[in-house]
């Protein structure tokens, strides 16, 4: 038990002397913490929201550019999922 108590407190001091939190007191490590995970979870929760739909008109431009105006979404997949061809 000894050694992950140590281990732990060697990760924490990485961390605090990385960030310079070592400098700083309680309440503002606490503060710093609040705000960095609150934009943490604001960009993943936009992620997962948005990014789906941005890789499907990513996708559609993508078959545009490949192939014209009257592009298929389906010669894109074909092209994506269809194996490496020797020559």
């Known amino acids: ?5 140590s281990y732990l407190w060697r990760q924490r ?12 007191e309680p309440w503002e490590k606490l503060l710093c913490m609040i705000i960095f995970t609150f934009f943490t979870l604001l960009v993943l929760s936009g992620l997962y929201r948005y990014l789906p ?9 993508a078959s545009y550019y490949l192939w014209g105006q009257g592009g298929d979404e389906r010669l894109l997949k074909q092209l994506v999922d269809s ?4 020559l």
Request: charged residues 25%; aromatic residues 10%.
């Open 13 to 24: 001091a990485k961390f605090e002397a990385t960030l310079a939190f070592s400098m700083l």
């Open 53 to 61: 739909e941005h890789l499907f008109i990513m996708q559609k431009r």
């Open 83 to 86: 194996p490496l061809r020797e």
């Open 1 to 5: 038990m000894g050694s992950l108590k």
